[in-house]
């Protein structure tokens, strides 16, 4: 990439949640393949671990020659066709495999363009579900510290402060928040007694509890107990809601087993998936529910599911899906990631020992470094490049989700990277 298209992206582009008149640093990709990032520093081609797997979503790697190959045979008989009217053999075969790998019972599948708008779909289909039986259920219930995404209706059950609600004060619909649910070694009791009496409180208003189970991704890397889960979950069947499972994040063995529910022993109603589904390849989602569920949407007013975006059931992004969950079927996963678990928590421990770091946690092939001080994410970013490591810090989190297929190596590379870029810029 040439120094001109550099400054036109910085004059013209916006990235995640970036500033147009003061943007941060990016780095040029020329390339990715394997477990390795080919990216520009100061016009110098360097390789490097991606310790993010691009957000959650590259499992496999860059250049992966099954998905490759998917995409490739796709593109021969077509891009994209729409979805009102008509289908496809990847769309089908797409559904087939969520729904053996989904939960028993959760078999009506809604395909969606990204995580959001699968939440939005959720979202929408609880509404829907209770308007059949004439109640107005309009509010979700849900913990503070959870993230669901950046449009409006995900964002109204998105950390209230992280996600910025008293700014859109107004616009969006307010929900009920429980506390942040306990982390694992800490008593759950209070917050027992907390949100059973917050729930009775609304009881009637709540259309659905919504949460990521186990482990809050974007909105703080928050690990906590599946008690905690199944009391969630309790108290919504208690009182006539749905239970929706936010699996984007950590869906498909992230967390160690295939779901972060199954740990939990909690069959939702709804479970949203997106992120790894097609190994980081293409944008794709899917809300997917039980036949009781679509029954009650389809005897609701609207008398069908109000929801049909124009890229529904993209036929490339449902081959290479196709093709992921068939490379996710080919390897004992969970043993996978239950070796990066070990080498995460082995390779992490000696963080704990740094002035600046306030805790250590790992959670299937998930790494997080908690610092006492918010990162400073230019010089972090920078000192883990120097030491052969893609990172993005956020608030005061380091943290790595490396692709399944790093070896031990390149497991050890990251957290000495991650230790090692603290320790420089934090002490
Ligand atoms: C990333 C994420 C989303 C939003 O997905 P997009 O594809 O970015 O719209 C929703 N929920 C969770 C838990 C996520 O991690």
Known sequence: ???????????????????????????????????????????????????????WAAQHGYAVPELDAAVR???????????????HEPAVEL???????????????????????????????????????????????????GYHGDTFSPMSVTDPDGG?????GGLLIEHVFADKPPA?????????????????QHADEIAAVIIEPLLQGAGGMHVYSPDAVRHLAALARRHGALVIFDEIATG???????WAGDRCDV????????????????????????????????????????HGPTFMANPLACAVACANLDLLASYDVAATVGRIEADLTQGL??????ASVAGVRTIGAVGVLELREPVDVARVTEAALDRGVWVRPFRNLVYAMPPFICTRADIATITAAMIGAVEEVHG
């Open 184 to 200: 694992p070694d800490e008593p759950l009791d209070t917050w027992i007694e907390e949100t059973t009496r917050l729930f009775e």
């Open 267 to 306: 069959v939702p109603d709804i479970l949203c998936v997106g992120k790894a589904l097609t190994g980081g390849y293409l944008t794709l989602a899917a809300a997917i529910t039980t036949a009781d569920v679509a029954a009650r949407v389809d005897a609701s007013p609207a008398g069908a599911m109000m």
């Open 95 to 145: 559904g087939r495999r969520l729904v053996d790998l989904a939960p028993a019972g959760l078999d009506k599948v809604f395909l969606a363009d990204s995580g959001s708008v699968s939440v939005e779909v959720a979202m929408k289909m609880a509404w829907q579900a209770h308007a059949a039986s004439g109640l107005s259920r309009t509010k979700m219930f849900t913990v503070r510290g």
């Open 349 to 354: 421990a000696p963080a704990g020992e740094l």
């Open 73 to 87: 045979d796709q593109l021969g008989r077509m891009s994209h066709v729409m979805f009102g009217g008509l289908t």
């Open 1 to 55: 990439m040439s120094g001109e298209q550099l400054a036109f992206d910085r004059e013209h582009l916006w990235h995640p949640y970036s500033s147009m008149t003061a943007p941060t640093r990016v780095y040029p990709v020329d390339s990715a393949a394997g477990v390795r990032l080919r990216l520009q520093r100061d016009g110098r081609p360097v390789e490097v671990v991606d310790a993010m797997s691009s957000w």
């Open 252 to 258: 498909f063995w992230r967390t160690g087993t295939r």
């Open 164 to 168: 910025m609600h008293s700014m859109y």
